[in-house]
Nanobody
Framework: QVQLVESGGALVQPGGSLRLSCAAS????????IGWFRQAPGKEREGVSC????????YYADSVKGRFTISRDNAKNTVYLQMNSLNAEDTAVYYCAGEAVERCTLVSPYRYDYWGQGTPVTVSS
């Protein structure tokens, strides 16, 4: 069973950048499709980006395409989310999630079995 821990969240000014990390322990991340989700106050959890297990296929929500990049480093057992050109609408708690399947999805967070505790991102001047 994999345990996931997010880090890298912070207060950042509009237009700034952050890199979030999702570090795994207890199992190798290479066995999991990994997704990044976020939840803003009073809103439902939404999919941001995900990366598939073997071929590394990536998917992005329309709201972050061209600004966010997901990547995985199996040697470090870590998945990253590089976030550029941040704006106030990106403010949320960001969670990484894992599912022991080949293809990742952003359709529903309920597909994912393993979750980290979240890391807060605040975009404000």
């Amino acid at each position: 069973q994999v345990q996931l821990v997010e880090s890298g969240g912070a207060l950042v000014q509009p237009g700034g950048s952050l890199r979030l990390s999702c570090a795994a322990s207890g199992s190798s991340l290479e066995y999991y499709a990994i997704g990044w989700f976020r939840q803003a106050p009073g809103k439902e959890r939404e999919g941001v980006s995900c990366i598939s297990r073997s071929d590394g296929s990536t998917y992005y929500a329309d709201s972050v395409k061209g600004r966010f990049t997901i990547s995985r480093d199996n040697a470090k057992n870590t998945v990253y989310l590089q976030m550029n050109s941040l704006n106030a609408e990106d403010t949320a708690v960001y969670y990484c999630a894992g599912e022991a399947v080949e293809r990742c999805t952003l359709v529903s967070p309920y597909r994912y079995d393993y979750w980290g505790q979240g890391t807060p991102v605040t975009v404000s001047s």
